[in-house]
């Protein structure tokens, strides 16, 4: 059987953070028959500078292996009301995914199967959590989550815990 992975970005929604910001946020769906996902299907959301962490993270992991596809531009004057801009961007958005060749790179399966936050990513991939890539997709994977869980509060807590703990051993 020939493995197959299919993505979605859809479902564009406005978030506001006050008055004067705000930015527009993507529903990322995924669909795989690949062993390298642990999930075989998930839906996220993330925003398009996210994407622009994840394809530096995935050229830093790369170490010139491969080259990436590029993101859509960014539009200075993007308006985030005008259909066709948020169309391509969009696309764009769906195209680097799909041309992204690195299943093998953790951030990269955190970033489509996970709801956690660019921190606890690279927290979770680089082994600073009690969570390993598996434990955290499965514990804060897809299903439309779209705020934090108790469980993800707790990852924070612990994280913060983990910080302070190697700050006390590296001033001993």
């Given at each position: ?40 299907s998930s839906c996220v959301r993330r925003r ?10 995935l050229q830093e992991n790369a170490m010139l ?101 190697s700050e006390r051993l590296i001033t001993c």
């Amino acid at each position: 059987m020939q493995e197959f992975t299919g993505v979605c970005v859809r479902d564009p929604c406005i978030q506001k953070e006050d008055f004067w910001h705000a930015y527009m946020d993507y529903e990322i769906c995924i669909h795989t028959n690949s062993l390298a996902f642990t999930k075989k299907s998930s839906c996220v959301r993330r925003r398009y500078s996210e994407f622009v962490w994840l394809r530096k993270k995935l050229q830093e992991n790369a170490m010139l292996i491969t080259h990436l596809p590029k993101l859509p531009p960014k539009n200075p004057f993007f308006s985030l009301n005008n259909v066709r801009e948020i169309g391509a961007c969009m696309g764009g958005l769906r195209t680097f995914l799909e041309n992204s060749v690195l299943l093998s790179d953790s951030c990269l399966h955190l970033f489509l199967q996970s709801q956690l936050s660019v921190k606890k990513i690279e927290a979770s991939a680089e082994g600073r959590s009690r969570y390993n890539v598996s434990e955290a997709i499965h514990s804060f994977g897809s299903g439309n989550k779209r705020f934090e869980t108790q469980s993800e509060e707790n990852m924070e807590e612990e994280e913060e815990d983990m910080h302070c703990e190697s700050e006390r051993l590296i001033t001993c």
